[in-house]
Nanobody
Framework: VQLQASGGGLAQPGGSLTLSCAVS????????IGWFRQAPGKEREGVSC????????YYVHDVKGRFTMSRDNANNTVYLQMNSLKPEDTAVYFC?????????????????WGQGTQVTVSS
């Protein structure tokens, strides 16, 4: 199982970025996959996930309405479209998967992690 996140960078407040996560070694359309982030000095926290059971996307309150998660099964890639970015979105963003199939956005339920990609929101 491998996951590789990319697409981070510098954005201005109110701007947008799209992260990608290329995956291999498991079936994307039947596995739950999530996005997480970790800001300096803080614990890793969930952002969103797509459930392997029902294919629905779930979001934490802080990003709901601003972030959109999607997946391209044919290309084994998951995306996180981030709009209306705020300085507090600054963090290293990770994608992860595991044996769970339900839509849970808690890091302890995930077993396989990609390397992170840095997102910085600043003017």
């Amino acid at each position: 199982v491998q996951l590789q996140a990319s697409g981070g960078g510098l954005a201005q407040p109110g701007g947008s970025l799209t992260l990608s996560c290329a995956v291999s070694g498991f079936s994307l359309d039947s596995s739950t996959i999530g996005w997480f982030r970790q800001a300096p000095g803080k614990e890793r926290e969930g952002v969103s996930c797509i459930s392997g059971k029902d294919g629905n996307a779930y979001y934490v309150h802080d990003v709901k309405g601003r972030f959109t998660m999607s997946r391209d099964n044919a290309n084994n890639t998951v995306y996180l479209q981030m709009n209306s970015l705020k300085p507090e979105d600054t963090a290293v963003y990770f994608c992860a998967t595991g044996t769970l199939r339900i839509g849970v956005i808690l890091p302890e339920f995930y077993d396989y992690w990609g390397q992170g990609t840095q997102v910085t929101v600043s003017s």
